[in-house]
């Protein structure tokens, strides 16, 4: 309220005024509102951290028809104040750093998922390749197991065709012998 009283005040009407409606603050001299002005109510007299202040704190600029640079806030004019609306905006340059650092993490989760992606693929093939090489492992495992049961079956049967030849062979020696002799 105090600055907006102050803005009324005769004494700076030739350098800093409201505008016929009472929404914008115009400014007529600069160089008056930088001498008499600024530093009566701020702690500088540096028109340029008046702007950057008035930015900060939401107010928009624009020159009216006459040319005469004004600004403007939606809870900033002659007939009120609403001062819990009228709050410093975030530093752009603190957003940009944030902004700045997810695009980096975002492009390195990026990296990260395609290096995941093609890991993934090198491994399904690796897997492919390993099942492939067991199915060959199995195939010649069960002909392994074939032969040996083949070669089990010859020797079964040489070994009875040996016993009959034992037999024969004695039956063939003496018949009395082959009566003590007994075959299981």
Not at 19 to 37: A, F, P, R, T, Y
Not at 74 to 88: A, C, G, W
Not at 111 to 121: A, C, G, R
Request: hydrophobic letters at 35%; one cysteine or more; aromatic letters at 12%.
């Amino acid at each position: 309220m105090y600055y907006q009283s102050q803005i009324q005040c005769s004494e700076y009407i030739d350098i800093i005024k409201w505008d016929e409606e009472g929404i914008k603050i115009k400014i007529i001299d600069k160089s008056l509102l930088q001498e008499n002005v600024l530093p009566r109510f701020f702690k500088h007299g540096n028109y340029s951290s008046f702007l950057r202040q008035l930015n900060m704190y939401g107010f928009t600029s624009c020159k009216d028809q006459d040319g005469i640079l004004t600004y403007e806030h939606p809870y900033f004019t002659q007939n009120k104040v609403i001062q819990k609306f009228i709050q410093k905006k975030k530093q752009i340059h603190v957003e940009k750093q944030q902004i700045g650092t997810f695009l980096i993490e975002q492009e390195e989760l990026k990296n990260t998922m395609t290096s995941l992606k093609q890991e993934q693929v090198i491994i399904q093939k690796q897997l492919v390749d390993f099942i492939q090489q067991q199915l060959r492992f199995q195939r010649h495992f069960k002909l392994i197991i074939e032969k040996l049961l083949e070669i089990k079956a010859i020797q079964e049967r040489r070994g009875v065709f040996f016993i009959e030849s034992i037999r024969m062979i004695v039956r063939a020696m003496k018949p009395e012998a082959c009566k003590n002799i007994h075959y299981d």
